[in-house]
């Protein structure tokens, strides 16, 4: 008997609520949408349309995946990101709904038609970079990561969203050999949990995300303590930073930032009302 749209979402559901996982129906749908190439609306309009043996074989493959706990994003290759779609690839993190908030702070601090610069440390697959690129028809931006895979990535979603005349990426460790340039808006999600922590985490997490993306060090700090001096060397006079944190780390990132002399530097709350953003800015009188 012929799997149809309706027979396969109902048994991929079923599947993967056996093995555990917290939206078994929405991740079925996800899956059975791409592996048939139905839309959601015909998932409920013609839900007796069969799946050809391919189709089927290619939901078979993807099922085994994320029972596995491989996310729905990494078996699809892409993720939906603010207003922006993003390609993916094993080397980068999946963009968060969380990351959205450095985006948002971002976006309230330079208004629509404003010329600016913003630096990205850690692109990744270019999610804040681009999101904001996107919505800023007058901004320019330099995306920075160690890892050459993750830039790749990140050109492809810059062409893909007709954003690579005003999005550079280069590969480097930070800000090392960017001596002598200077950006309106820094932003970063560098790594951030504590190293220890990592083997805690659920396994979409901790089995399926690059390390390089997720460690920071013993205390989750590191990148911020080599990041926050860096933020500010990188800013024009009056610039603005822009960082995700971890939610219990809020105390100590704004006081790295205060340390290396950064202004105004408080936290900003993501949808969840956890701590997730801080922010601040130059003095306008330092060079
Ligand atoms: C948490 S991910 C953030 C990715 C993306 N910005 C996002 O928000 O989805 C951190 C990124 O920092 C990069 N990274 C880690 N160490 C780095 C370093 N020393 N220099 C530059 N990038 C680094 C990783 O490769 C990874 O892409």
Not at 94 to 106: K, L
């Amino acid at each position: 008997m012929s799997l149809t749209l309706l027979k396969a979402w109902t048994s991929a559901r079923d599947r993967l609520k056996a093995v555990g996982l917290d939206s078994p129906v929405i991740d079925a749908r996800l899956l059975v949408e791409a592996a048939s190439g139905a839309s959601r609306l015909e998932l409920i309009t013609d839900p007796h349309r069969a799946l050809t043996d391919e189709q089927a074989a290619v939901l078979e493959g993807y099922l085994a995946r994320r029972e596995r706990r491989e996310p729905v994003a990494r078996i699809l290759g892409r993720k939906g990101f603010w207003k922006i779609a993003l390609g993916l690839s094993p080397s980068v993190l999946v963009p968060r709904p969380d990351t959205e908030t450095v985006v948002q702070v971002a976006l309230e601090a330079f208004e629509e038609h404003r010329h600016f610069s913003v630096l990205d440390l850690g692109v990744g697959s270019g999610a804040i970079l681009l999101a904001i690129l996107a919505e800023r028809p007058n901004a320019r931006g330099l995306g920075v990561d160690v890892s050459d895979d993750a830039l790749a990535v990140a050109r492809e979603n810059a062409a893909n969203l007709g954003l690579q005349g005003r999005a550079a990426l280069l590969r480097g460790d930070w800000t090392a050999g960017l001596e002598g340039e200077t950006f309106d808006l820094v932003v970063s999600n560098p790594p951030y949990i504590a190293t220890a922590v990592i083997e805690t985490l659920e396994p979409e997490v901790r089995d399926h995300e690059p390390r390089l993306a997720l460690d920071g060090g013993a205390d989750g700090l590191d990148a911020y303590r080599i990041l926050a001096p860096e933020v500010l060397r990188m800013l024009k006079p009056g610039g603005i930073f822009v960082v995700e944190i971890g939610f219990d780390q809020s105390k100590a990132v704004e006081a790295l930032f205060r340390e290396a002399g950064g202004a105004e530097v408080r936290t900003v709350k993501d949808l969840a009302n956890r701590d997730r953003v801080v922010t601040g800015a130059k003095n306008p009188l330092e060079n």
